[in-house]
């Protein structure tokens, strides 16, 4: 269980430091800063991240910045990297035309069974 | 931790977060969230369409999903200090066949009757709206007070501002069971052994709602239901309308970000028996494919648009199709808000005021008896 004013309290407050601007989500354009200062008001999670700054939800999906988010995450918490709960890996994985995910004739005979259409 | 608190909210999504939010203006100082995750708005809060519609709404719901439009979503994004990303731009409820017409006739027809305007157009209507719609659209119902909003930033808005606001927050506190002391509600037990006082006690946990008022003997028939989503990469902007159809095959938006967000059913898994309502990583392989089809066979230019990510989530779905509100005869110093059947994101702030209401003793803003708990069990 996380007590979020006790951690709010262990890692006082945003500090800004130098190289706040930094991008780390190139995709999305999120910055260390943003994310230190999301980290320092309140959210805990990568998936919290994700949902307020964007980061890691771009074309890529994390695959770049996922390492550095996490490690920030645990340097701002003051917590093990081992410890940083990884962002759920979605399908697709790679971005895909919809007119190609569309194009899965071979399910579609189950589709139509499961009443999807 | 704290052991005691004036209010003890169960449920750290968007409606927990919003009662908490409207509680800090009703002067209440000690609440404290509880959130069985270890995120705030892990479920339904962040997995939705993010609809703020007032059509389609059932006639019981539909003042609480007015309310919600005409006080709280125009001004949200101001009261939290975030971009909630609020457009109101009007809600396309479009149709293919006579059979659609029909269905969509009828809704609109009991929308009018609960004073909300909407208006029947035509499939060409529908094209000067939004030129992308596909020519085989017959019509629409069209309302133009509707619209949308980001609901994964929107939940986190009320979190943050309710830290700042001194709300009491613990994530990864799943809760075991309720239990009364002197036949009031009092004692939140969690998981791990931990026994929490509260004052009043609010249940807001989805359809893990069902499970921990049990342990009071009190019990809401719903069941839960699996739906998915995907969105795509960023778009050029096409057009800002939320689109629903009378096929119920797609829904969703162009988000502010560019990306479109598409929400559909899936299939048999739909019916999957969710072991844990808070592991989400349930989808169908075909759900997306059929998604895929559903929304190019609407709007066909978006064939080319790429898909970068898919999820599912839960419906906390009731047996008469609308939410619960409110206090329980039978649980004093109980109050339920949960059963929302996957459309609770556009009313979560009104909902949010008025159970805060109800908490502090005042006449909630829209009349929530038709909501109430025992609904289910009277002759």
């Not at chain 2, 703020?52 to 719901?61: A, K, L, N, T, Y």
């Not at chain 2, 000067?128 to 619209?147: H, L, N, R, W």
């Not at chain 2, 609901?151 to 009320?158: E, I, K, M, N």
Request: glycine fraction near 12%.
């Amino acid at each position: 269980m996380l007590d979020i004013e006790e951690k709010l309290k262990e890692i006082g407050p945003y500090v800004p430091e130098d190289d706040d601007d930094l991008l780390v989500c190139r995709c999305e354009e999120v910055t260390k800063g943003e994310i230190r200062q999301a980290l320092h008001s309140g959210i805990t999670t990568i998936e919290e991240l994700r949902r307020l700054l964007r980061c890691g939800m771009g074309l890529c999906q994390g695959q770049t910045c996922g390492t550095l988010t996490r490690r920030l995450v645990a340097k701002e918490l003051h917590i093990k990297p081992n410890d940083v709960v990884l962002a759920t890996a979605r399908t697709p994985m790679r971005p895909v035309d919809m007119g190609v995910g569309g194009n899965d004739r071979g399910l579609e005979e189950d589709a139509v069974k499961g009443g999807l259409r | 931790m704290k052991k005691t608190a004036d209010v003890i909210i169960i449920g750290g999504g968007i409606v927990g977060c919003a009662i908490a939010y409207y509680l800090t203006k009703k002067g209440v100082k000690d609440i404290m969230v509880l959130e069985g995750s270890d995120s705030i708005g892990h479920g339904g809060s962040s997995r939705n369409g993010g609809g703020v519609r007032q059509s389609g709404r059932d006639p019981r719901e539909l003042p609480i999903a007015m309310a919600a439009v005409q006080k709280f979503w125009p001004t949200l994004s101001e009261e939290l200090g975030r971009d909630v990303e609020y457009t109101q731009k009007g809600n396309l409820r479009l149709g293919k066949t006579e059979a659609h017409m029909k269905k969509l006739q009828a809704l609109a027809d009991s929308c009018a009757a609960g004073g909300l305007k909407l208006d029947m157009i035509s499939g060409d209507e529908v094209r000067k709206i939004s030129p992308y719609m596909s020519e085989d659209v017959m019509g629409a119902s069209f309302c133009p007070t509707d619209g949308h909003a980001n609901p994964l930033v929107a939940t986190l808005a009320y979190y943050l501002k309710d830290i700042e606001l001194g709300v009491h927050f613990y994530t990864g506190a799943m809760v075991e069971a309720l239990e009364k002391v002197k036949g009031k509600v009092r004692k939140v037990i969690l998981k791990d052994g931990t026994v929490l006082e509260g004052g009043e006690v609010v249940v807001a946990a989805g359809y893990d709602s069902r499970r921990i008022i049990n342990t009071i003997g009190l019990d809401i028939p719903m069941t839960p239901l699996v739906d998915c989503a995907l969105v795509t990469e960023m778009e050029p902007e096409m057009f800002p309308q939320m689109l629903g159809t009378a096929a119920a095959d797609f829904y969703g938006h162009q988000t502010k970000h560019g990306s479109f967000v598409f929400g559909s059913e899936s299939g048999l898994e739909e019916f999957i028996d969710v072991k844990d309502p808070n592991d989400m990583r349930i989808q169908h392989p075909a759900t997306l494919g059929a998604s895929c089809r559903a929304i190019e066979g609407w709007i066909p230019a978006l064939a080319k648009a790429k898909i970068v990510r898919s999820w599912s989530g839960i419906l906390d779905m009731t047996k008469d199709g609308v939410c619960v509100l409110g206090r329980p005869k039978e649980a004093d110093g109980l109050v339920l808000a949960c059963g929302f059947n996957g459309h609770g994101f556009g009313t979560a702030p009104a909902v949010g005021y008025i159970i805060a209401q109800t908490i502090v003793g005042e006449d909630p803003i829209c009349d929530i008896n038709p909501l109430r708990y025992e609904r289910f069990y009277e002759v």
